[in-house]
């Protein structure tokens, strides 16, 4: 069964034009923009789609006020969805449509889909880094003026209801594998088709539900910077960064959305193969990051001359 990414975000937004405004200037691909839905893209397919919070086309959600409705999941055939629906069976709410996608609701009442994934295939990155005695970019200075290809719709972090439930659910029966775990707090997972550092991450809050952020790779740090100013010029508000991750590597810059969570710019994340093995992190503010932007331009750091 190979699970591979995730292809669809719907959301109920309580104001639906501040929200594709936000998508818009996040430099995804417009999809459909019409008075009662905006679908925005990223290059390779994947697809954000928001709707006002009455809409009755969207599934309801987990918990009142939340504006996440829904997941879609790829998987790479139709015998895959076939096994998925074989695994989610005993769960009353599972059900496929004519296509033989399936649909059913997780432990925290959130509902997924999963489908034939429909991502198209990612053209190279292009590698514009002079290295130290490896020149690539020659008489060619860097664009400051551009706005980041949002390549890749990488992960998403929920909070959920029931944690141990949740992880029983993800990785015990949909075969997500660990790749790092706060104690109590929070398991980043990788999809089964993955060998990105984490596709899911589930968080621990106390019950609360709803979406602690959503994950965009871009093609490089520059990128990555060009965004993140971008997003600063026309109005939207930093919650951190930029900075480095220190479970995953990636750096990041994270806006809080008009509607519900925050969104992630990242790169350069950790690739894991079947020889990682779950480290087990107790977690502290510290663990958050190597280094990152506080407001006010101070750049705040692990402390660097301490070995672990």
């Keep these: 069964m190979a699970i591979k990414f995730l292809e669809e975000v719907q959301f109920g937004v309580p104001d639906l034009e501040k929200a594709k405004q936000f998508f818009k200037d996040w430099n995804l691909q417009v999809a459909q923009d019409d008075p009662d839905c905006g679908v925005f893209q990223t290059q390779e397919g994947a697809r954000i789609v928001v709707k006002r919070a009455d809409d009755p086309s969207l599934p309801p959600p987990a918990a009142p006020g939340i504006c996440l409705r829904k997941m879609v999941w790829g998987v790479e055939s139709a015998e895959d969805l076939d096994s998925v629906a074989a695994i989610l069976a005993d769960y009353t709410s599972v059900s496929r449509d004519a296509a033989g996608n399936v649909s059913v609701n997780d432990p925290s009442g959130y509902a997924l889909a999963f489908q034939v994934s429909t991502l198209k295939k990612l053209p190279p990155v292009e590698m514009n880094v002079n290295y130290p005695g490896l020149p690539v970019r020659v008489n060619q200075p860097i664009d400051g003026t551009i706005r980041p290809t949002i390549r890749h719709l990488g992960h998403i972090a929920i909070f959920v209801s029931d944690f141990k439930e949740s992880v029983k659910f993800y990785q015990d029966l949909l075969k ?84 519900e969570g925050t969104c992630e710019l990242y790169s350069d994340m950790d690739v894991l193969d079947d020889n990682w093995e779950l480290k087990v992190w107790e977690y502290s503010p510290s663990m958050f990051y190597y280094w990152t932007t506080q407001p006010g331009g101070v750049i705040s750091t692990v402390d660097l001359t301490k070995t672990e």
């Excluded at 790779?217 to 060009?226: K, P, R, S």
């Design 176 to 259: 997500f594998r660990p790749s790092d775990l706060y104690e109590e707090r929070g398991l980043f997972l990788r999809s089964p088709g993955s060998n990105e550092h984490h596709n899911l991450f589930l968080v621990n809050r106390d019950g609360q539900r709803g979406v602690h952020h959503i994950s965009f790779e871009v093609q490089n740090f520059h990128e990555l910077m060009q965004g993140g100013i971008y997003m600063q010029q026309r109005g939207w508000t930093t919650y951190q960064g930029p900075g480095r991750h220190r479970l995953g590597s990636n750096f990041f810059w994270y806006f809080h959305t008009p509607f």
